[in-house]
Structure formats: C-alpha cells, structure tokens
C-alpha cells in the first residue's frame, strides 16, 4: 500500500505582514524579505488566509498595495469550506467555555473581523499545516488568546517568523 505524503503548508498570520512592514523588513529598508515572500508561496508551501487579506486591506498603505499587486493570489479562500467552518463554530465554543481566559479576551476572539480563529480552524481542518506568527507564547495570560498559546492547547502546530525564515533558508544579505 502507498502511503499518499501530505507536503507541510505555511499559513502566515497578519501580524508576519504588518509587523514585518512597520518595523523589521520595511519595504525599503528590507526589501529582499518581500521578494523572499513571494519566492516561497511560489512554491505552494507558503499561503495565508481571506481572512488575513480583508484584515491588511482595511488599512490604504504600502503593504496592502503590495498584497493586492504581489501576493494576492497566495490567500486561500475559507468562505465556503465547509470543514473550516466547522472548526471556526467548534473553536469559538471551545473559547466561549474556556475557564482561563476574561470576558474581554474572548470577546476580541469572537470579533468578525479577527483572523486568528480562521487561521486556527484551518490548521484543525487541515493535516500538515504550520501557522506562522510574530505572536509568542505567554504562560498564564488571561486577556488575550494568543496563538501559540492556544496552538499548544489544541496540539497544532505554530513557529514566530524567524524560524519560517530559518525554515526556508531565507537570509537577506
């Protein structure tokens, strides 16, 4: 019997493009962070999600410019994926009912306009899938739900956005 290999797909969290953009790879101190980007989701190991998308483009700015001109085809559409959605409702019970975290934490999770759950339900949906965030894991924090931390809860996996550099042998020399 042959065993069918599921290639590991990177979805990138927004904050891996917002903070990128304002602070670390700024489009013209780091320009090669971007190219970089665009190299690797060339390759269908690297996406992100509609979610992610609509959250960058609110804003009217170099890097919602370069995601529409750049990497627009790179977001999976989650609107009418059934299993996602699905993971999304269980998700948002799984939090609505979590004893660790306050009110206001899981009310910023349930936000509509909140990526963060979508990138988790699709991780749950999905076998071999990695989330990349800026966010880090903080023991015992009760106001917000970050993604590492519930990434450990729900046994999915996540890495920050230097070890997806380190991944992909993506130096900016």
């Known amino acids: 019997m042959t065993r069918l290999i599921v290639p590991e797909l990177f979805i990138l969290d927004a904050n891996v493009f917002i903070e990128s953009s304002k602070r670390y790879y700024a489009f013209d101190i780091a320009p090669g962070f971007w190219n970089a980007l665009l190299k690797v989701a060339q390759t269908c190991k690297v996406k992100s999600l509609d979610r992610v998308r609509d959250e960058i ?28 959605i699905d993971k999304y409702s269980w998700l948002m019970n799984w939090a609505m009912n979590h004893s660790h975290y306050n009110n206001n934490a899981k009310e910023e ?25 800026g966010e880090q894991f903080k023991k015992g924090i009760k106001r917000k739900i970050p993604i590492p931390n519930a990434c450990k809860e729900l046994n999915l996996k996540c890495i920050n956005t230097f070890d997806f550099l380190r991944k992909f042998n993506i130096s900016l020399r």
């Open 57 to 84: 483009l609110r804003k009217r700015d170099a890097l919602s410019e370069w995601v529409r001109n750049y990497f627009d085809k790179y977001f999976i559409n989650t609107r009418s994926d059934r299993k996602v």
């Open 109 to 133: 999770f349930a936000r509509e306009d909140n990526a963060d759950p979508w990138l988790l339900a699709y991780a749950m949906a999905y076998t071999s899938v990695t989330i990349v965030t």
